[in-house]
Nanobody, 122 residues
Framework: QVQLVESGGGLVQAGDSLRLSCAAS????????MGWFRQAPGKEREFVAA????????NVGDSVKGRFTISRDNAKNTVYLQMNSLKSEDTAVYYC???????????????WGQGTQVTVSS
């Protein structure tokens, strides 16, 4: 069983940047897909970004494309989400997720962190 702990959230102004981190423990995730999702109040959970085991391939949601970048450091068992040009509509709880295989489509993710709040003021 893998444990995922997110960090790096906070309150920022529109146009600012933030970098979220997700540290995995319990087992290595170096061979598995990793991703980020978010959920705003009153809305369904939304796919943000995902990355394959090597970091060579990524998927990014349409709403954040060109602004958010996902990356990973397998030596540190950690995944990152770099968020630039933040908008008020990016306000949400951001969740890290891990798959149990090499897949990194939204349907592949089975383990979840507790989430970190990101609030963007306009």
């Amino acid at each position: 069983q893998v444990q995922l702990v997110e960090s790096g959230g906070g309150l920022v102004q529109a146009g600012d940047s933030l970098r979220l981190s997700c540290a995995a423990s319990g087992r290595s995730v170096r061979w598995y897909g990793m991703g980020w999702f978010r959920q705003a109040p009153g809305k369904e959970r939304e796919f943000v970004a995902a990355i394959n085991w090597s970091g060579a391939n990524t998927n990014v949601g349409d709403s954040v494309k060109g602004r958010f970048t996902i990356s990973r450091d397998n030596a540190k068992n950690t995944v990152y989400l770099q968020m630039n040009s933040l908008k008020s509509e990016d306000t949400a709880v951001y969740y890290c997720a891990a798959s149990q295989n090499t897949g990194y489509l939204p349907k592949d993710f089975t383990s979840w962190g507790q989430g970190t709040q990101v609030t963007v003021s306009s």
